[in-house]
């Protein structure tokens, strides 16, 4: 998830200051974060140091990542002359840096390695509406306004995807992981009129090379059906919707991501500790079950604490495993 290691006191002196993106194009800086949270942690599996935006920040649309605030566009996408910034990218030049970064993280890791991209709502999001919106009025206004225009900028924000993705892979990504944080956002006929070709398309891409892969989204408890039949191995659920309703809701069909609050985790350790236990309990033993954050760590969380969860996670797991 998302800021894993803004918890570590040892990320902040890897970053250094600026956007993130800096950070992210440079492949020692990115391997390094990447191995973090794996080295305090003890966690099975590490996410690649990236950003959603990424491969439209390579594709020359003009966005950067603003600290403290997030992924902002000076010019916002607002007509179809606006796809034109959306080029195709070549990620044997414009993602070279993540392949070197991948290639310098396959050699270290004991765990496997975790590569993702964000679905098109999402990316859309913040491409329409400039900056993180609460609201998503006029991401929302030009899907309804202008299906036509809406189709063919979510056509090219899956391309963008099933290119860095297939690339990930390639370079030695083990998992991949599809966001699509926003889409809670929607009325469940919006989001399968608007938004599920789309995503099918690229976890039908996905299928072709031969590795699992995740879909996750927040506030997706009317949408888990929908998830789930778009063709991912894991569909990720966040703390709103236990374990066993989003287990009705995905039919059995998938295995399960998720979903301690990562709120609760600032919370004193006794109370820390029985919450990952509930989770555990909703899961009920099954086997499908992948235990993580249902969202991205706060800042102030105490990295103890994470340690401490994934501990108790690993010695509940053994013991169910007798
Ligand atoms: O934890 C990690 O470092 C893993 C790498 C990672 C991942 C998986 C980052 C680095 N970003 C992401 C995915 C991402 N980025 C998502 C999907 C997952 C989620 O919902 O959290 C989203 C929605 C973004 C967009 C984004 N990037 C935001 C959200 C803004 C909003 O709309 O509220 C923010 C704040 C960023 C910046 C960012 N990206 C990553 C980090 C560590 C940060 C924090 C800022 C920094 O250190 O400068």
Partial sequence: MRQAGRSLPEYFPVRGEGTILDAINDPDRAAEITLQPVRRYGVDAAILFSDIVTPVWVSGFGIDITPGVGPECERPFRAAADLDRLRPIDPSADLAFQTKTIELLVEELPVPLIGFAGAPFTLAAYLVEGRPSRDH??????????????????????????????????????????????????????????????????????????????????????????????????????????????????????????????????????????????????????????????????????????????????????????
């Fill in 137 to 322: 009025g006029t991401v929302k206004s030009l899907m309804l306004s202008d299906p036509e225009l809406w189709g063919r900028l979510c056509a090219r924000l899956a391309d963008l995807a099933i290119t860095t993705l297939t690339a990930q892979v390639a370079a030695g990504a083990a998992v991949v992981q599809l966001f699509d944080s926003w889409a809670g956002a929607l009325h469940p006929e919006h989001y399968r009129r608007f938004v599920a070709p789309y995503s099918e398309r690229i976890l039908a891409a996905m299928a072709d090379l031969g590795v699992p892969t995740i879909h996750f989204g927040l506030n997706t408890s009317e949408l888990l059906d929908q998830f789930a039949a778009a063709g991912a191995d894991v569909v990720g659920v966040d703390w709103r919707t236990p374990l066993p309703v989003a287990r009705e809701r995905t039919g059995g069909s998938v295995a399960l991501q998720g979903n301690l609050d990562p709120a609760l985790c600032l919370a004193p350790w006794e109370s820390v500790a029985a919450e990952v236990r509930r989770v555990l309990a909703e899961n009920g033993g099954h086997p499908g079950h992948i235990f993580n954050l249902g969202h991205g760590v706060l800042p102030q969380t105490d990295p103890e604490t994470l340690g401490r969860v994934v501990e108790l996670v690993h010695d509940e797991g053994r013991a169910e495993a007798g």
